[in-house]
Structure formats: C-alpha cells, structure tokens
C-alpha cells in the first residue's frame, strides 16, 4: 500500500534539474507532496487532484499520470535551498482522506 | 509556523512506562493524524481523526491508543514502552480528508 518512491537519493549541482518518482500499486485519487529538511517537519509543497493534472510551485513542478497510478516532481534549475527529503504521500478513493507517504527521497544540491 | 501545536517537544523515559503526546491543530481544522518517524524511516501513518471520530487506521500498535477531543486537540497514547518505540511522532492537521496536511514540530520520544 505504501507507494515506492525513486530514486532513494540524488545529488545534484547548483542549477541541474532532477526528477522523482512516487508509484503505487492501488487506484489514487490523490498526490500529495512535501519536503522535509533536516530536523523539521515536513512541508507541504503541492496536491494533484486529477489525472493528468500538472502543477507548479516556483520552479518545482508535479505531473500525476492517473492511469499509471504515478506522479513524478520535477525540480529545474535546482537551489541549495532545495536540498531535504521529498516525500510523496497518496490517497486512494473513499479513503477518507487516510495519507500514505513513501521512503522519502533524499536531495542535496551542492555549490 | 504551521499553526499546530504539539507538546511536549522531548520526552525521554523509561520502558515499560506510558506517555501522552499532545497535539492542537490549527484554527478551523478538524482533522487531525498521527505519523510515526523513526531515524532514517519514512512517515508511517498511524492514525487519523475527523471531528472526533476516528477515520481511519493504520500500523498502529495494541499498546498505542489516540482520540480527538470535542476542541478538537488530540493526544497519542503510548504505553508499555519499548526501545523500539523511540522515535519523533508528527501530528498533522487539514481542513478535511484530501487537503493538504499542515505538520507541527513533532515529540521527540526516547525510550531508554
């Protein structure tokens, strides 16, 4: 039920992009993601509600494939403010909105 | 700031003992989840709430219990405390099921 997040770490330079990954096994009706830095907690950064639906947040972007049962986020021109652990968390149908977050993904954008 | 409130921010005690964790959601939210946080694990979900209710389960242990109360804080109840049990636990609130979740500071638990 938890989906699968890849890839489990990425490291990246100042200005390169990267892509994560969130699949599951079961229908979704909803994607969620947040980013989490080191000794804080996790912040929200967008939803998608639709398949097909793609959304932006500044340079961090999101799509959900909803037949696929998969969302990806894209992050361009990447910042050292970017750097944590991105998270992805989906909701099945009628599931009262029950939140099932993958292993993270660990990010660190280097100088 | 979040908005949401969780007390205490450290707990450290001993196996065997029982704690509670506190948890006030933000203004106007009335759902309200538990998320387990265990070093170098992802959020598991524990529990959720819905305007006092109990909405939905997840790996949540026997030995640990929760409820939301008619102001709509929450507490997490953890006893028989194991080594394993140590861990930073995440309360989170939303306005309704499948909006985004707003997550407080965390408690973190050692359990020595």
């Known amino acids: 039920q938890q989906p699968v997040q890849s890839p489990q770490a990425v490291i990246l330079r100042e200005g390169e992009d990267a892509v994560i990954n969130c699949s599951s096994s079961k229908a979704l009706y909803s994607v969620h993601w947040y980013r989490q830095k080191h000794g804080e907690a996790p912040v929200f950064l967008m939803i998608l509600l639709k398949g097909g639906e793609q959304k932006g947040h500044d340079k961090i972007s999101a799509s959900f494939n909803e037949k696929k049962q998969q969302s990806s986020l894209y992050l361009t021109a990447s910042q050292l403010s970017y750097s944590g652990t991105y998270f992805c968390?989906?909701?099945?149908?009628?599931?009262?909105?029950?939140?099932?977050f993958g292993q993270g993904t660990e990010l660190s954008v280097k100088p | 700031d979040s908005g949401v409130t969780q007390t205490p921010k450290h707990l450290i005690t001993a196996t065997g003992q029982r704690v509670t964790l506190r948890c006030s959601p933000r203004s106007g939210d009335l759902s309200v989840y538990w998320y387990q946080q265990s070093l170098d694990q992802g959020l598991q979900f524990l529990i959720q709430?819905?305007?006092?209710?109990?909405?939905a389960k997840g790996n949540i242990l026997e030995r640990f219990s929760a409820q939301q109360f008619p102001d709509l804080h929450s507490e997490l109840n953890l006893s028989s405390l194991e080594l394993g049990d140590s861990a930073l636990y995440f309360c989170?609130?939303?306005?309704?099921?499948?909006?985004?979740?707003?997550f407080g500071s965390g408690t973190q638990l050692s359990v020595l």
């Open positions: 989170a609130s939303s306005t309704g099921g499948g909006e985004k979740l707003f």
């Open positions: 968390g989906t909701e099945g149908y009628n599931q009262g909105g029950k939140l099932i």
């Open positions: 709430y819905y305007n006092g209710e109990e909405r």
